[in-house]
């Protein structure tokens, strides 16, 4: 898991201790100034003292190294081709539970060596014939080197893969377009008043002086506007749908950093072995199991036959339906997010037989979703967080915000709550994911203050397959950044985490927005393994 030192800093403070003593409501004490113009919507937002200071220490922990001239020609660009990784001391003896270090060194398309970091790099260790892989941390060295630590976790022959996501120079571009071109996707609602209909365009914030209909959230302050329709009221509304995405956003240059066969995603080849073999430990070892579960420990698990083993949790592994069954019985599960946890939904409909889903006529892909067992009293729902959400038609009665919808759980040991919160907000500046987060969090502290025993899991980002366009929109790059601000702002927080960017990333399968059915099955047994513990 791509964790550099240099953009998360470990004197960052968790998430618990941010919160406000009486976190109720926000203190209206006057902000302190920050460097950045509030966006929009967020112009009326007024901080406390407190979370001002965890605001700036969390955009803090996520600055990412910049080229020290900002105009780079695409030939001084960051070649996957001509860069090349050494293994460090590759013929020594390595046993299971050693620490393995790589070098990885970046060259331009002239072939000279790289003068400055802040490229975006993934890398794993892998062993094809036992369909096992585990991701590694990467530190920056600002310096055009990068140095890739691995843990080896079983033995035998394991391969080194590191691969250039995004060059540097291409990094730039993401964060411009993050901070200036936040409309780079747009949504539409209807408006519907008997036969007469309109559609205006909307967004966390429009530009212009055009009238809006205003429809930030009454209980959390989220910021929603519509463009008002020319004939109908604001309170005609009846959809909200994803409306398109902006064509153009690059010059000519800055279209050279994003190429699919150049270098989005390519790998970056070893000068030398590019394996090690590793012996078995002398003796088993359980310690590594004691340690707390901690969202920032890197690896967090690896797999191994195509199973994960998480290190900060025994996982148990459901391979019959009976098995889910007797874990979920009694049990209402509530799934909040996007469509990465409706897989969730999805697999536990498909794979237990007793859990049918209940047709509410729902738009397809969309939900709300329902499915019930009642000979063992199981309910399953699943529902989509609020906006901004790309999905299809969303009936604006059905567009809730997950901090509200978990004021209105009782909770209690037959509860259980899984949460996901990501993809929709890469196009955004990361005030309004931040923003988002302190309100599903002060929501969740709220219901664990009033019912301990009930369980709260959140599912991370996952890694994806990217070219020229998606790149612009959903770059794993955006995610990872966003990732690593949720981890922060919920840790030292009851809650506990399905990695499902680690198993996305340190998986044979290519990388896809929605993993396929393998990698879902392992974060279900993930995540059935904290609502059934194993006795041990």
Avoid at 158 to 163: P, R, Y
Avoid at 175 to 197: A, M, Q
Avoid at 249 to 272: A, C
Avoid at 330 to 342: E, P, Q
Wanted: aromatic content about 12%; overall charge positive; some cysteine.
């Amino acid at each position: 898991n791509l964790f550099p030192p240099q953009h998360l800093d470990d004197d960052t403070v968790s998430g618990s201790n941010w919160i406000t003593e009486n976190n109720v409501q926000h203190s209206l004490s006057q902000t302190t100034k920050t460097t950045r113009k509030p966006y929009c919507g967020y112009k009326q937002q007024i901080l406390s003292k407190r979370e001002e200071a965890e605001q700036e220490s969390l955009l803090a922990a996520i600055k990412w190294p910049k080229p020290s001239d900002s105009k780079i020609a695409f030939v001084q660009s960051t070649d996957p081709a001509h860069s090349d990784f050494v293994i460090l001391k590759p013929s020594r003896f390595f046993k299971v539970g050693d620490r393995l270090e790589v070098l990885v060194r970046m060259k331009d398309f002239r072939g000279k060596p790289k003068q400055y970091g802040g490229d975006y790099l993934q890398a794993r260790i892998h062993s094809p014939l036992l369909k096992a892989g585990a991701t590694g941390r990467i530190v920056d060295c600002h310096n055009g080197l990068y140095k890739v630590f691995f843990t080896l976790l079983w033995p035998g022959e394991v391969k080194v893969s590191v691969s250039l996501v995004h060059p540097s120079e291409a990094i730039q571009v993401l964060l411009r377009l993050r901070e200036e071109r936040p409309d780079r996707v747009y949504f539409k609602s209807s408006f519907k008043s008997g036969r007469y209909s309109e559609t205006t365009e909307c967004n966390v914030c429009l530009p212009g002086d055009l009238p809006v209909c205003n429809f930030t959230d009454l209980y959390t302050g989220e910021p929603w506007f519509c463009y008002k329709p020319r004939k109908l009221s604001c309170a005609s509304r009846i959809s909200h749908a994803k409306g398109g995405y902006q064509k153009g956003l690059l010059t000519q240059e800055e279209s050279l950093f994003f190429q699919s066969d150049v270098n989005i995603k390519r790998p970056i080849l070893s000068s030398g072995p590019d394996s090690v073999i590793v012996k078995p430990k002398a003796f088993t070892d359980s310690s590594g199991m004691d340690r707390a579960e901690d969202p920032t420990a890197s690896p967090s698990g690896y797999y191994y036959e195509d199973q994960w083993r998480s290190r900060t949790h025994w996982i148990h592994h459901f391979n019959k339906s009976d098995d889910i069954t007797k874990c979920l019985q009694g049990k209402v599960i509530h799934l909040f997010g996007d469509s990465t946890i409706r897989q969730w939904f999805e697999y536990l409909t498909a794979f237990v037989p007793d859990l049918v889903e209940f047709n509410l006529g729902s738009p397809k892909n969309v939900g709300p979703f329902m499915s019930v067992d009642l000979k063992h009293n199981i309910l399953l729902k699943f529902r989509c967080h609020g906006p901004p959400i790309r999905f299809s038609t969303v009936f604006s009665s059905e567009l809730r915000y997950i901090a509200n919808e978990l004021n209105g759980i009782v909770g209690g040991r037959n509860t259980v709550i899984a949460i996901t919160i990501w993809s929709h907000f890469s196009t955004f500046p990361v005030e309004v994911y931040i923003q988002r987060l302190r309100n599903i969090r002060r929501s969740v502290i709220q219901l664990l203050d009033r019912s301990p025993k009930t369980l709260i899991i959140i599912r991370t980002a996952n890694v994806q397959e990217l070219g020229p366009e998606v790149s612009l929109f959903n770059s794993d790059w955006y995610s990872f950044q966003l990732d690593s601000v949720m981890r922060k702002m919920f840790s030292g927080i009851a809650v506990h985490f399905v990695d499902a960017w680690e198993m996305s990333l340190a998986h044979y399968l290519p990388h896809n927005l929605h993993p396929k059915e393998v990698i879902v099955k392992n974060q279900i047994d993930a995540f059935l393994s904290y609502v059934c513990p194993l006795q041990t």
